[in-house]
């Protein structure tokens, strides 16, 4: 990540120690790098109890990448590998999360049928704030199909999640109401975050989910929260690679730890 997306993004490192309950609007708080979860750095930082602390809606995973996490409404899903969903205790952690207090700042009606291509370029057509910043997405809909996956619990010595995601098991969910959330992120935000993209599912039921790969909408509504700021906690030797400045500010950070 360059300089100038930093400050675009205005993204704020901070430390386990340094979180405080904030519930900011617009404001995207995520725990660890997408980077450090591909190296398989899927040990939990940061309890869900404090994730939660920071948004009600959002995605990732659980400690040892035990499923994908759904965040809607304020509470936390976990999808098992057979795509059923169960609840996630306050005291789990997480690896890797990504959260936002939801406060649309646009909604589009949605008319079917509509794949997944075509309901992320309708997202795309809606982002006046332009791809520079991190949009947080919400679909609430009834769906013809939705294509998913969820992954298997790791055990250690963990291996990247390219390898992981090589285990993973593809389900399709059919004929059913279900609500989408997740984000976009820029393009050249790569050492943050999954980049363009990213939608987990929970059907209304709240009975199965998992992280998105194709859909077919029937009719539903789309939700845009424009965000303002990143805050990531870093766990301890997680990093951005950044400017030889802020770099030099982790280094320090973690020498008073
Ligand atoms: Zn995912």
Redesign the pocket.
């Known amino acids: 990540m360059d300089e100038r997306l930093v400050h675009a993004l205005h993204v704020q490192a901070l430390r386990h120690a340094e979180l405080r309950p904030e519930n900011d609007a617009h404001v995207v708080f995520q725990t660890s790098t997408i980077g450090a979860l591909l190296d398989g750095a899927y040990d939990g930082d940061v309890a869900m109890r404090e994730v939660l602390e920071h948004g009600d809606l959002g ?3 659980l400690d040892a990448l035990d499923g ?1 996490l759904i965040v809607v409404d304020g509470v936390a899903h976990a999808a098992r590998v057979d795509g059923t969903l169960r609840a996630v205790a306050p005291g789990e952690r997480t690896p890797f999360a990504v959260v936002i207090p939801f406060a649309a700042d646009v909604r589009v009606p949605l008319r079917g049928p509509l794949t997944l291509q075509r309901l992320l370029a309708v997202v795309d057509a809606h982002l006046p704030g332009g791809r520079r910043i991190v949009h947080a997405l919400r679909v609430d809909g009834r769906f013809e199909r939705v294509h998913a996956r969820s992954v298997p619990r790791q055990e250690r010595p963990y291996r990247p999640l390219v390898d992981v995601v090589a285990q993973q098991r593809v389900f399709e969910l059919r004929d059913l109401d279900a609500t989408m959330v ?1 984000f976009r992120f820029p393009s050249d935000a790569d050492a943050l975050n ?1 980049t363009g993209h ?3 599912v929970a059907d209304a039921a709240r009975a199965h989910g998992g ?2 790969f194709d859909c077919v909408l029937a009719e539903g509504e789309l939700a845009i929260d424009h965000s303002s700021a990143v805050h990531a906690e870093l766990p301890p030797g997680v990093r951005i690679a950044t400017t030889a400045a802020q770099a030099a500010a982790v280094a320090s950070a973690e020498r008073e730890r």
């Open positions: 995605l990732g995973t994908e997740g999954v990213h939608l987990h992280h998105v």
